[in-house]
């Protein structure tokens, strides 16, 4: 069961990819046809629609094989979060191209999803059991209804990000044109670290890199303090070692045969020392690759990219991430606080507990609550919208991503493996 679960996942990622491809087909009208751009975009329109159809169906088809499999909903793990917050984000993309028809939003979509897939694929897969207080129906409840809205608010993100790449003049000298060009420009800065973070991770992975540590670990429990030892091993060489630690095995890289410092000892959290290791090497590969596809361009990629929308209508784009943040919004409020606070008292007698992932969940309900408040009453439109909506949904990312691996709480997940 669990080998049709992963060939289903592996199945929806060739799918998506094939389905993007078609999406760019679509975009790029009579340059690859004889026929009329219309007439084109809405042919391989339908075929690119059709392929993310399926590639949802196979993605699903995992979703419930691994539920069956594991016997609870598959939401125990980043693994298996980011994988079902994936097929969220494919359900609310199919809902607001239904909706809107709009080809230029499958080619910014889908690779969202991929990516989210990539980056799933960085942590542990085992199935693990769920602790009792994980083990309810408010939980299959929240979590579902939290994913779907954080979906809405990712589609709204990329129909906001083409929008802004549409309306900003790249050609401009002035200082409010060079402040727009940077803040786009950071913004695909951010992507592109995290598609580096995902090719250092798999390239040293495929090469079989490790390395090995063994940190000692004093805690205080009922005013005694507790000692004990726990090998510590990373899948990237070691800028950062663990606090207090000792090298057990490391692989020399590039000359780099230990590491060039220790993980300062206010980062007390599950395997700090590694995370901030995993941090350094995102920026790294991440501007490194920046640095290339720079090199490459001879120009800011946003400059590269905005001459191929000019056919693209602003004010329908715009009109699209309110309307997917509208939807979602009503869905994230529901899964993120009301059955949030419904499981938690269930799980641990009390509706909020000032959780690190609990606060940064009412940021993120705030956030978007700001955001509809200006849009219906100060009449917030075009860019000024655009940025708040790409604002927000790197909170979401933040939430999901810094909180989970970065801060310690009760709603952490494992590392990276």
Not at 134 to 159: K, Q
Not at 200 to 222: C, L, P, W
Not at 255 to 275: C, D, I, Q
Request: net charge positive; aromatic share 14%.
């Amino acid at each position: 069961m669990l080998d049709f679960s992963g060939g289903a996942l592996i199945a929806a990622l060739l799918i998506y990819s094939l389905s993007f491809v078609f999406f760019a087909i679509a975009v790029g009208g009579k340059k690859w046809s004889n026929r009329e751009p219309a007439e084109h975009g809405r042919r391989w329109g339908w075929i690119a629609f059709g392929a993310a159809l399926a590639g949802t169906a196979a993605h699903v088809t995992f979703f419930v094989t691994r539920w069956i499999a594991g016997g609870h909903i598959p939401t125990s793990n980043m693994y298996e979060f980011m994988t079902m917050l994936a097929m969220a984000v494919m359900l609310a993309f199919i809902v607001i191209y239904l909706i809107y028809r709009n080809i230029l939003l499958g080619a910014f979509t889908l690779p969202l999803a991929v990516i989210l897939i990539a980056y799933a694929s960085v942590f542990p897969s085992e199935i693990q059991p769920l602790i009792p207080s994980l083990n309810s129906i408010w939980l299959r409840v929240h979590v579902t209804t939290a994913a779907l809205g954080e979906a809405f608010f990712a589609v709204g993100f990329a129909a906001a990000l083409v929008q802004l790449l549409r309306v900003v003049d790249f050609t401009r000298t002035d200082k409010a044109g060079r402040k727009a060009r940077r803040w786009t420009e950071y913004t695909l800065v951010v992507i592109i670290i995290v598609i580096g973070f995902l090719v250092s991770v798999f390239s040293f992975r495929a090469a079989g890199y490790e390395a090995d540590f063994q940190q000692t670990v004093v805690k205080t429990v009922n005013g005694q303090e507790q000692t004990y030892v726990q090998k510590v091993k990373y899948g990237l060489p070691p800028f950062v070692k663990p606090h207090n630690s000792e090298t057990v095995s490391v692989k020399p890289f590039l000359g780099m045969e230990k590491p060039l410092f220790e993980a300062p000892s206010w980062m007390n959290g599950v395997n700090a020392g590694r995370k901030l290791n995993t941090i350094i090497w995102s920026l790294l590969s991440g501007l490194i690759l920046y640095g290339i596809l720079r090199l490459v361009a001879r120009k800011q990629l946003g400059a590269v990219i905005s001459p191929h929308l000019s056919d693209i209508d602003p004010e329908d784009l715009d009109e699209i991430s309110y309307r997917a943040i509208a939807i979602g919004y009503p869905i994230f409020t529901l899964g993120a606080l009301i059955f949030a606070m419904i499981w938690a008292q269930i799980a641990w007698s009390r509706f909020w507990g000032w959780d690190p992932k609990e606060v940064w969940a009412l940021i993120t309900w705030l956030f978007y609550t700001a955001y509809l408040h200006l849009r219906l009453s100060r009449g917030w439109q075009g860019s000024k919208s655009a940025w708040l909506a790409v604002i927000g949904f790197l909170v979401v990312l933040f939430t999901l991503i810094g909180v989970n691996l970065v801060i310690a709480g009760l709603h952490s997940y494992a590392g990276v493996s």
